[in-house]
């Protein structure tokens, strides 16, 4: 059982795993890149944004307008755990 667990739970990557450490409170995605030092915007988006959203670690403040330009981000419970097993 405990094998079919870990399969199922998502795996961090060292991006997704500086993501969360990063994020304090809620933060708009210039904040977090800026936290995080990175200025390609794309980048960001497909290797830290995306794949902690499609794990549940973190939310949208605004998630009926993923676009908006008052869009923050935050941690979730599971995100807020998973920061604390690393």
Not at 6 to 31: C, D, H, I, N, W
Not at 51 to 60: F, R
Not at 65 to 80: D, F, I, V, W
């Amino acid at each position: 059982m405990r094998a079919l667990e870990q399969s199922l739970t998502p795996q961090v990557t060292p991006q997704v795993g500086e993501l969360l450490a990063a994020l304090k409170g809620e933060m708009s995605r210039e904040a977090i890149q800026s936290a995080l030092q990175l200025q390609e915007r794309k980048s960001f988006r497909e290797r830290y944004l995306q794949p902690a959203l499609n794990a549940g670690w973190i939310e949208m403040t605004l998630p009926d307008k993923p676009n908006s330009r008052l869009q923050k981000y935050r941690l979730t419970a599971e995100g807020a755990a998973q920061r604390r097993q690393q």
